[in-house]
């Protein structure tokens, strides 16, 4: 996959093509790398089952932690949906808190609750991002996780790509623009990153279903129009 995004960058950034290349093969993976790891997060595509082994008495633990190797290709966590733990044959969900919440209401608490986790609450943020779980675990408990990942960097073109089409369209693109970036022209890096804007909308309309139009983030509000009082002629313009 390297390699064609490699030849969709150069086919942007120089057309017709030039007998001396403007961008070397490092720079251009390194943009495509960039490129791949803002999009998994803006557009959080990359959606991976994960569990995590809770150790008892301990109450944080890192995104680090957790094991995506249901999917290839994942550099690691850096956003966290859902939690389930498992109880026997079935699941119980943990409730989402902030952790200003978790904070005032059970961190502060004199005698910690010890038990199975019920309530969870993310801390750090990023890839570098953690949780707290209350209780804290008095056994070996496991957590099924649904968790939006980065994909890991592509070395050459055997490295397995974990970004789902058609948000691989859209790569290029960004790549581009961090090369105009570069190379200190503004006005078409802004055109190259409208072109992404553009490819992430509709990797977002293809991927949500026609009965669920909104399931997924980033979807366009149909009735944003009528919120915001605009009304709207037969042919959809205002």
Excluded at 103 to 113: D, I, K, M
Excluded at 120 to 129: F, L, V
Excluded at 134 to 162: F, G, H, K, M, Q
Excluded at 218 to 232: F, H, I, N, R
Aim: aromatic fraction near 10%; charge should be neutral.
């Amino acid at each position: 996959m390297l390699n064609q995004y490699i030849a969709q960058t150069q086919a942007l950034l120089q057309n017709p093509p030039a007998s001396t290349a403007l961008y070397t093969t490092a720079q251009l993976t390194s943009w495509i790398n960039l490129a791949r790891g803002q999009i998994a997060g803006e557009n959080e595509c990359i959606r991976v089952p994960a569990s995590l082994s809770c150790v008892v008495a301990q109450r944080v633990y890192n995104f680090s932690a957790i094991n995506t190797t249901a999917v290839s290709g994942v550099g690691g966590v850096f956003n966290i949906k859902q939690i389930n733990v498992t109880v026997g044959d079935g699941a119980q969900i943990l409730h989402p808190r902030s952790f200003q919440w978790f904070n005032q209401f059970l961190l502060s608490l004199t005698v910690p609750n010890s038990g199975q986790p019920k309530v969870w609450a993310q801390y750090a943020q990023g890839a570098a991002g953690s949780i707290y779980l209350d209780p804290i675990p008095d056994n070996t408990y496991t957590l099924n996780l649904d968790t939006v990942c980065l994909p890991v960097n592509l070395v050459d073109d055997s490295t397995v790509e974990a970004t789902p089409y058609p948000w691989t369209d859209c790569v290029p693109f960004f790549a581009a623009y961090y090369a105009y970036l570069g190379a200190q022209r503004r006005g078409d890096a802004d055109a190259m990153f409208k072109n992404y804007q553009e490819f992430a909308q509709r990797a977002r309309g293809m991927s949500n279903s026609s009965v669920l139009k909104r399931i997924y983030p980033q979807s366009v509000d149909q009735t944003l129009p009528q919120k915001l009082g605009v009304s709207q002629g037969r042919g959809g313009g205002q």
